[in-house]
């Protein structure tokens, strides 16, 4: 497992939610939510102010496995930050992480009306440790590196 800092990013039309790993690589936790209009300026901070060594990001494919509006707009963000920060961004299949942080909201008795406010950091935290897991799993960096210029 290689160590470092990694930010999860869940790409929203309106909000983007964050979660960041501990150095060791091992958890994920809620780190904000940021306006959507703000969140590449606000991003790449994070990045210096938690010397990040990834950005991981989700990339929302239907069940089917084809992409929808949401995979697009995601790629597009992910671009958009592989320009703005001097660090490997990584997008990662997402399927069903808001539907699992709703879930888990709710069980844990977190009322409907206040999970919008929360529920762009769960799914950023179910992103970012799926991505964790999966690299202590093989050894190798989850998903597909963005490549800065296309």
């Known amino acids: 497992m290689r160590r470092g800092i990694r930010l999860g990013v869940d790409v929203g039309k ?32 994070l990045t210096h102010d938690y010397e990040v060594l990834e950005i991981i990001v989700g990339l929302p494919i239907s069940l089917g496995g084809a992409d929808t ?9 992910a671009h958009a930050l592989a320009e703005a920060v001097s660090m490997p961004v990584r997008l990662v299949d997402e399927r069903l992480s ?26 950023a935290v179910i ?16 998903g597909v590196l963005v490549k800065q210029g296309e």
């Open 14 to 45: 309106a909000r983007v939610g964050v979660a960041r790993s501990d150095p060791d690589g091992v958890l994920a936790v809620p780190l904000e939510t940021l306006p959507r209009t703000e969140a590449l300026e606000k991003l790449a901070a």
């Open 69 to 77: 509006a949401s995979t697009t707009d995601a790629r597009e963000f």
């Open 98 to 123: 808001t539907v699992s942080a709703q879930q888990m909201l709710s069980q844990g008795g977190t009322e409907a009306r206040k999970q919008r406010h929360i529920i762009d950091q769960a799914s």
């Open 127 to 142: 992103i970012l440790q799926h991505s964790l897991d999966q690299e202590s799993r093989t050894g190798a960096a989850p």
